[in-house]
């Protein structure tokens, strides 16, 4: 994966047809110093057993090359539980 800043970086994420947006581990966010990007609005993010997981307020650019195909996408920076990525069906 490929950030707005162009770093480079290769972690595993989980593919969730359940989840409802791409999401990237806060504290994967904070450790590599990938650049973030305040969005105008914010949304509840829950969990699976429909506990509250926090606000999201913050998005990851990113470029995503999975053999040969290129995607642009917004990954939302919330709490994983130390997963790098869930890959939603946004």
Known sequence: MKTKNSKNLKFKALVDSGCTHTGIDK???KEKRIQTK???FS???FNT???KN???IRVVPLEIEING???QLEAAVTDLN???MFL???
Do not use: P, S
Request: without cysteine.
């Open 27 to 29: 504290q994967l966010v």
């Open 38 to 40: 305040l969005i105008n």
């Open 43 to 45: 949304f509840e993010v």
């Open 49 to 51: 057993n429909r506990t």
């Open 54 to 56: 926090g606000e999201m």
């Open 69 to 71: 195909y290129k995607e």
């Open 82 to 84: 130390r997963t790098d």
């Open 88 to 90: 939603g069906h946004d």
